[in-house]
């Protein structure tokens, strides 16, 4: 994953590579960004193996709660709350949930993570902060790579632009954001959902 993931959401100049300290100042940057947000909405674009892309909107709230509402005529849905991730696919009546920490988006969804422990920063485009997280014993929950731009106007100078995320199969899966807002009202029932199996309802 490397800085190329940095390249493919917003094209580079000349790529230098930062000082130790400063990718260490960024690093700490990051980790502000994320204990800053309240909440934020987007747009979205996700790009999977296969070069399919889908859109949606992001609507995302502090601390572990995210939905990926995608476009008209896709029959799923992604939801985080509650320390858990699911995956809804209304078009076979299936639902999966497993542990938000056993996920790559553990990364935005915990805030009070130690990012120093498990993330570093790819050196890359000055413009751009790449942080590629991974948890080392155990890498079987993928990886992931954020990438933020600097903005002054954003919480802590940062706004994330999208990620690069690489399951333990070398899935990897591009999200790229657009129209970020921080600081929305988010309904209360954002994060709920709807379970299609027969004897259950969410």
Do not use: C
């Amino acid at each position: 994953m490397k800085f190329l993931i940095a390249a493919a959401l917003l094209a580079p100049a000349v790529v230098l590579a930062a000082p130790v300290g400063a990718q260490a100042n960024d690093l700490a940057t990051v980790q502000r960004y994320l204990k800053a947000i309240t909440t934020m909405t987007a747009d979205f674009s996700q790009t999977d193996r296969n070069g399919q892309v889908l859109t949606g909107t992001l609507t995302w709230k502090q601390p572990g709660n995210i939905r990926f509402q995608y476009q008209k005529g896709v029959p799923t849905l992604i939801v985080a709350e509650g320390g858990a991730l699911t995956f809804i696919d209304y078009s076979v009546k299936q639902v999966q949930r497993w542990p938000i920490r056993n996920s790559p988006l553990g990364v935005l969804l915990d805030p009070g993570r130690d990012l120093s422990q498990f993330a570093k920063v790819v050196p890359g485009d000055p413009r751009l902060v790449s942080v590629e997280a991974r948890d080392p014993k155990h890498p079987e929950y993928g990886r992931i790579t954020l990438v933020l731009a600097r903005d002054a106007a954003a919480p802590a100078g940062m706004t994330l632009q999208g990620w690069v995320a690489l399951d333990s199969q070398n899935n990897r899966t591009t999200v790229r954001l657009s129209n970020q807002r921080y600081g929305v009202p988010v309904a209360s029932n954002a994060f709920r959902w709807v379970d299609p199996r027969p004897t259950t309802r969410r």
